[in-house]
């Protein structure tokens, strides 16, 4: 290889440099649009694995991949403007900071300022000075029902230690932050929480009497607090409606349910919100279709659906060699659930 050698798009101008890691590298002209000058690897332009440059590849910054709309939800970002290049976004969490961003920063980045990440961590990182009573005080005043097992030691914030589910009374490691996070109880009873007895009939019966329109764990483009999918119980599409029933489970999630809320109106849905608690089965029903005075002989009232992530598929998804951020998408959940599943034995790597 020598200076003005031509090897795929590029030309080389200058040989003989090292990258960080000391490895040979050439300085490089595009010749598609003999402006943009690059450095590669000198093994890369070799065996012919350079691309196109940025430029010509049509590198737009995610202009081409991703989309966002004036008032459109990323995380706590709130699209309020759009520029050739940038887009002004205001962080929905302080309601007070501005920032300027691509698409791809938008899509793949960061979901709030620095000031409310700063202010997130810091109270995040109180923890660390905590002695072992302290954090059970901590836990009493955020009305957390999680013990500790007996013997324990507690050393900071980020260590995991062995606390006792509250759901099936089993041992379960877990760090003290993940817990004061409102975890609630361990991943092989969250994976099989239900949903309650009154959205499971309401289903039901919008499906028997709207076959085509009704659609269930709707996913509409909203995104929760760490950036994956969080999907509508119900949409009616004859009316343009998502339906989203409520129980004690949300009561830790009030935030993320007024910004699911909002994102449905904005987006020019009506949004229908329905608690267990206060709301019988029977009522859910009337308030859609109010001829019906009794229970439908057709609704199964001991049919419950997993209101969490489907751990089948993820293992199906897993085993034909899926990325765990892909599977995470899919089925609904972050991508720490998934590596914590594989930890804990729930999912396994290969198939056995």
């Not at 101008?13 to 598609?32: A, E, F, I, M």
């Not at 459109?72 to 007070?96: A, D, H, P, R, S």
């Not at 289903?203 to 329109?213: A, N, R, S």
């Not at 279709?289 to 057709?298: A, C, E």
Request: one cysteine or more; glycine letters at 6%.
């Amino acid at each position: 290889m020598e200076v003005g050698d031509i090897l795929g798009y590029w030309k080389v101008l200058q040989l003989g440099l090292k990258d960080n890691y000391y490895h040979k590298s050439v300085k490089v002209l595009c010749t598609k649009c003999n402006s943009t000058i690059s450095t590669v690897l000198e093994r890369d332009l070799r065996l012919g694995k350079t691309k196109q440059c940025r430029k010509c590849n049509g590198n737009d910054n995610g202009q081409s991949k991703y989309k966002a709309e004036i008032g459109q939800m990323f995380g706590y970002w709130e699209v309020v403007k759009k520029n050739t290049n940038k887009i002004k976004c205001l962080c929905t969490k302080c309601n007070k900071n501005y920032s300027h961003m691509s698409l791809w920063e938008l899509n793949t980045g960061t979901t709030m300022c620095n000031e409310c990440r700063t202010k997130m961590m810091v109270k995040r990182t109180k923890g660390y000075n905590l002695t072992m009573s302290g954090y059970k005080r901590r836990l009493k005043s955020l009305h957390i029902n999680v013990s500790i097992k007996e013997g324990q030691i507690y050393t900071n914030i980020g260590t995991p230690i062995l606390h006792i589910c509250p759901v099936c009374n089993n041992d379960w490691l877990i760090s003290p932050a993940n817990v004061m996070n409102r975890t609630s109880m361990c991943i092989k009873c969250s994976s099989k929480l239900v949903e309650s007895k009154m959205i499971s009939t309401l289903k039901q019966v919008l499906k028997h009497e709207k076959p085509k329109q009704i659609f269930v764990e709707y996913n509409c483009g909203f995104k929760g607090d760490k950036g994956h999918i969080s999907r509508y119980d119900i949409y009616d599409s004859s009316t343009n409606t998502l339906i989203e029933g409520q129980s004690g489970y949300h009561d830790f999630k009030t935030e993320l349910d007024k910004r699911k809320r909002k994102y449905a109106l904005d987006n020019g849905y009506n949004f229908v919100d329905l608690d267990c608690r206060n709301t019988s089965p029977l009522e859910a029903i009337q308030r859609f279709f109010p001829k019906i005075k009794t229970m439908p002989s057709y609704v199964d009232m001991k049919e419950r659906n997993l209101i969490s992530w489907d751990i089948e598929l993820a293992q199906q998804m897993l085993n034909n060699g899926e990325l765990q951020k892909n599977i995470a998408l899919i089925v609904g959940c972050s991508k720490s659930n998934i590596c914590m599943a594989i930890k804990n034995g729930t999912l396994k790597k290969k198939i056995v």
